[in-house]
């Protein structure tokens, strides 16, 4: 069973003008569907027309399953899920759930088609502060991973995913401060690390893309 990934993702781009034409490229009709999202992986590294006898034999399957074989080699994830992208000034800002990971292919390809922006992606997998960090590309690519169950770790989940330690401590009917303890990290460590993530990710709501 696949786990989802919460991603933020900011284009950092020279102008407003500039930021709103990139926000326009990113949507399309998702593959296999019949809307358009403000975030599709399939305008971005569309799906090939055709399966090949070649890519059936790549992943020995038949090819509607070849499909699913090749947007995960190509993609990382499948299709964007509940994408919302706002704009604020210069920066186009993307909240969007991916498949076992985030989609780093398609990053570096928005970073292909763009090369005058920066992009800084945030992530953290539902697995509670594990598989959780950001990546990002610029003049080069970057992934700083965080340790899996480190206070850092806990703080980019508890951001990313909206939550908090305390409904953690309630739901398993224990004194915030023993749960800290269960978890094995420092509560003050903790709540350091999280004003700073929220401080760079931002919570202001920003005005939507005009259709």
């Known amino acids: 069973m696949a786990n989802y990934i919460k991603n933020k993702l900011i284009i950092q781009s020279d102008s407003e003008k500039g930021a709103i034409e990139v926000a326009e490229s990113l949507k399309g009709v998702i593959y296999e569907g019949e809307w358009e999202q403000d975030l599709c992986f399939n305008k971005i590294i569309p799906v090939p027309d055709n399966i090949t006898d070649e890519m059936m034999n790549k992943y020995n399957c038949k090819a509607v399953e070849a499909v699913r074989y090749w947007v ?3 993609w990382g994830s499948t299709e964007a899920i509940s994408p919302n992208v706002r704009i604020s000034g210069k920066n186009i800002i993307a909240d969007f759930e ?7 292919n398609i990053l570096k390809e928005i970073a292909k088609q763009n090369p ?3 992009l800084i992606c945030y992530y953290a997998d539902e697995d509670r ?3 959780c960090g950001k990546w990002i590309l610029g003049d080069s690519v970057t992934n700083e991973e965080v340790k899996g169950g480190s206070a850092k770790g806990y703080a980019y989940y508890m951001a990313l995913w909206n ?5 953690w401590a309630n739901e398993e009917n224990m004194k915030l401060s023993d749960y800290y303890k269960m978890l094995g990290i420092d509560s003050k460590e903790y709540n350091n690390e999280l004003k700073k993530i929220k401080n760079k990710i931002g919570r202001t709501e920003t005005r939507q893309i005009e259709r």
Request: charged share 30%; glycine share 4%.
């Open 116 to 118: 005058d922006c920066n």
């Open 129 to 131: 502060g594990y598989n």
């Open 98 to 104: 991916s498949t076992n990971k985030c989609p780093i």
């Open 72 to 74: 995960t080699d190509n």
């Open 163 to 167: 939550e908090t330690m305390k409904k």
